[in-house]
């Protein structure tokens, strides 16, 4: 989950972009590094335990490119050049996962974070200076719907160390 400020360099680059799907809102910007999906009530507090042993150093994103998913249908924020220990910290989210039956996405990871959904077509001229952020840490997040619309709430964040 990024931090305020990050959020509100994400949600001024969002605010440009024209009609022609539905914007999310700033309050659920996020990068999912592992999708879950329905998580049994009773494996939370092991997950949580088994998220607890990952410790990496804070590391440096830059958020710097945009793209269009068309078969998803989504306008996405990204970044051109992923860090190492990003994907260090993806592979030991799907090692500490494996345990519990989830198993790792067959394609690469790409990190995104959603600024709109449903659209149909590519949005052209959308331009913008990157967006530093510090990368402190990972959460665990539950995908509510409310009044049809999903709500993102974090259920516990782990710090990084270093």
Same mark, same amino acid.
């Given at each position: 989950?990024?931090?305020?400020?990050?959020? $509100?360099?994400? %949600?001024?680059? %969002?605010? $440009?972009?024209?009609?022609?799907?539905?914007?999310?809102?700033? =309050?659920?910007?996020?990068?999912?590094? @592992?999708?879950?999906?329905?998580?049994?009530?009773? $494996?939370?507090?092991?997950?949580?335990? %088994?998220?607890?042993?990952?410790?990496?150093?804070?590391?440096?994103?830059?958020?710097? &490119?945009?793209?269009?998913? +068309? !078969? =998803?249908?989504? !306008?996405?924020?990204? &970044? &051109?050049?992923?860090?190492? $220990?990003?994907? @260090?910290? @993806?592979?030991?989210?799907?090692?500490?996962?494996?345990?519990? /039956?989830?198993?790792?996405?067959?394609?690469?990871?790409?990190?995104?974070? !959603?600024?709109?959904? /449903?659209? +149909? +077509?590519? *949005?052209?001229?959308? =331009?913008? +200076?990157?967006?530093?952020?510090?990368?402190?840490?990972? =959460?665990?997040?539950?995908? *509510?719907?409310?009044?049809?619309?999903?709500?993102?709430?974090?259920?516990?964040?782990?710090?990084?160390? /270093?």
């Amino acid at each position: 989950m990024p931090d305020d400020l990050v959020r $509100q360099q994400i %949600a001024k680059i %969002a605010a $440009q972009i024209p009609a022609g799907g539905q914007k999310v809102k700033a =309050s659920n910007f996020h990068a999912t590094l @592992v999708f879950l999906g329905e998580v049994p009530v009773d $494996q939370i507090e092991a997950l949580e335990q %088994a998220a607890k042993q990952i410790n990496i150093a804070p590391f440096d994103l830059k958020l710097d &490119s945009r793209e269009w998913w +068309k !078969t =998803s249908e989504l !306008t996405c924020m990204g &970044s &051109s050049n992923i860090p190492e $220990q990003l994907n @260090v910290l @993806v592979s030991k989210l799907n090692e500490i996962l494996e345990p519990f /039956g989830y198993s790792a996405e067959q394609t690469d990871f790409q990190l995104h974070i !959603t600024l709109m959904r /449903g659209v +149909k +077509k590519p *949005i052209n001229h959308l =331009s913008f +200076k990157h967006i530093p952020w510090l990368v402190r840490g990972f =959460s665990l997040v539950e995908s *509510i719907v409310v009044s049809g619309e999903s709500e993102y709430r974090v259920i516990q964040t782990w710090d990084f160390v /270093g």
